[in-house]
C-alpha cells in the first residue's frame, strides 16, 4: 500500500517535471494550471456519473460506464500525434 502510494505521488511529480521541460515561464505555468483544472472537473464528474448511472439503469452501470470513458481516452492517447 504504501508503495503504490509513492509510486502515484512520483508520477504526479514527474509530470510536472516533464512538462516543465518542454515548456518555460508562463506556458509552464499554464500548462501545470491546466492539468489540474482538468483533475479538479474529473474529481466533480467521475462521482456524479457514477452515481447517475448507477440509478438510471442498475447498479454496477455506474462502474462500467467510467471504464468506457477511460478506454475512450486511452484510444485517444494512443491516435495523438507524436513529435518526430
Known sequence: MLR???EFSL???MLVLVLAALLAG???AGGIGLINAIGNLGGFVAPNLRAWLD???APGAG???LGIVNMIGASLFSIAP???
Request: glycine share 6%; no cysteine; aromatic share 6%.
Open 4 to 6: 503504490r502510494l509513492i
Open 82 to 84: 507524436r513529435k518526430q
Open 55 to 57: 440509478v438510471a439503469f
Open 26 to 28: 508562463a506556458a509552464a
Open 11 to 13: 508520477s504526479q511529480r
Open 63 to 65: 462502474l462500467i460506464g
